[in-house]
């Protein structure tokens, strides 16, 4: 070899992802975040929906103003995108880690919710809103079960 001829780098010889991994990564993260953050937010305010409320809204109302029985909207909102967000988690970021964040900032908003008092000294979500304490539930489990059916796959072997 001459010293103009520059050695050529074989395609498996070059990292993978260019240095843009680091970045797809973090992108994922904090994506994710932001998911959990805003599905959890209108979890929270679709709590109190109630079948009158279907058609109240349209007119202005506020949600719960309507009558009727409570919907249980957010449990389901929950239960699926919870899902969503632990999978776009770990699917974008390749690493398992990326479902803590997501799910300890959304049961940590769930907490917040439920034991903190505003200033006319009632709680944000009370005792007696079964579809909120079944949500908080639902929701968390559905974080630990995605954890669990990662645990219980195979990790591939190099």
């Not at 058609?55 to 009558?67: E, F, K, L, Q, V």
């Amino acid at each position: 070899m001459t010293q103009q001829e520059a050695p050529v780098e074989t395609p498996a010889e070059t990292p993978a992802g260019n240095g843009w991994e680091p970045v797809v990564r973090a992108g994922g993260v904090i994506v994710a975040v932001a998911a959990a953050v805003v599905t959890g937010v209108l979890e929270l305010l679709l709590t109190t929906l109630r079948w009158g409320d279907l058609g109240t809204i349209w007119r202005g109302d506020a949600i719960g103003s309507g009558g009727g029985p409570v919907v249980g909207l957010s449990i389901l909102l929950a239960v699926v995108a919870n899902w969503a967000i632990a999978w776009f988690a770990v699917s974008t970021t390749g690493r398992r880690w990326a479902l803590g964040p997501p799910w300890a900032l959304w049961t940590l908003m769930m907490l917040f919710a439920a034991g903190v008092r505003t200033h006319e000294g009632d709680y944000l979500l009370g005792g007696e809103d079964w579809v909120a304490l079944v949500m908080i539930l639902a929701g968390s489990l559905t974080f630990a079960v995605y954890s669990y059916r990662m645990i219980l796959k195979r990790i591939p072997r190099d």
